[in-house]
T-cell receptor, first 114, second 120 residues
Framework: KAGVTQTPRYLIKTRGQQVTLSCSPISGHRSVSWYQQTPGQGLQFLFEYFSETQRNKGNFPGRFSGRQFSNSRSEMNVSTLELGDSALYLC?????????????FGEGSRLTVL | AQKITQTQPGMFVQEKEAVTLDCTYDTSDQSYGLFWYKQPSSGEMIFLIYQGSYDEQNATEGRYSLNFQKARKSANLVISASQLGDSAMYFCAMREDPGNSGGSNYKLTFGKGTLLTVNP
């Protein structure tokens, strides 16, 4: 069973550019969450999608957006990049089980903003 | 607001010995879930163990066990018989209760992590 796949794995952008990251969840999983990981702030929740609807959103500016497609694949976009957006962006998928809520994470997309 | 505290930035343990990684949490919810994840240098977060707030038994998964003390709001991870491959960052996390919203809530709040080094 394939795991959560994130692309690209590494990318370098400059300030002011925008970036789109992609996440393919485990087959059958309908919930996809995104997290930002930085050395200073640690892991922070960005947003969660279920059946193409955003269910939860973290405390990030509007430059951070996302969407989910009918096949549960998700993308997140960051516009007008800032140096502080350099981070590891992790995607996680889940079956939406109410009992454990186990999340399966991908290996992340490491973004460097110059 | 929820908060997860991991007071040990780094821990060292000898191979084959047991180690306890500390985690305390703060929440006003009655129903919540606690997780431990392992993050090796590759970056992927690997699920280790889960404990529900209403679970009476401490969770165990192979060499991992969760020492859940609800009154003290602690959820320490115990790794028995440490292996070299256990060297990694370990994160404690908490999930909000979905309540009666009709859907599960997968927003996790993470601690800052503990870097575990297993020495041969």
């Amino acid at each position: 069973k394939a795991g959560v796949t994130q692309t690209p794995r590494y990318l370098i952008k400059t300030r002011g550019q925008q970036v789109t990251l992609s996440c393919s969840p485990i087959s059958g999983h309908r919930s996809v969450s995104w997290y930002q990981q930085t050395p200073g702030q640690g892991l922070q929740f960005l947003f969660e999608y279920f059946s193409e609807t955003q269910r939860n959103k973290g405390n990030f500016p509007g430059r951070f957006s996302g969407r989910q497609f009918s096949n549960s694949r998700s993308e997140m976009n960051v516009s007008t990049l800032e140096l502080g957006d350099s981070a590891l962006y992790l995607c996680a998928s889940s079956l939406n089980s109410p009992n454990t809520g186990e999340l399966f994470f991908g290996e992340g997309s490491r973004l460097t903003v110059l | 607001a929820q908060k997860i505290t991991q007071t040990q930035p780094g821990m060292f343990v000898q191979e084959k010995e047991a180690v306890t990684l500390d985690c305390t949490y703060d929440t006003s919810d009655q129903s919540y879930g606690l997780f431990w994840y392992k993050q090796p240098s590759s970056g992927e977060m690997i699920f280790l163990i889960y404990q529900g707030s209403y679970d009476e038994q401490n969770a165990t998964e192979g060499r991992y066990s969760l020492n859940f003390q609800k009154a003290r709001k602690s959820a320490n991870l115990v790794i028995s018989a440490s292996q070299l491959g256990d060297s990694a960052m370990y994160f404690c996390a908490m999930r909000e209760d979905p309540g009666n919203s009709g859907g599960s809530n997968y927003k996790l709040t993470f601690g800052k992590g503990t870097l575990l080094t297993v020495n041969p």
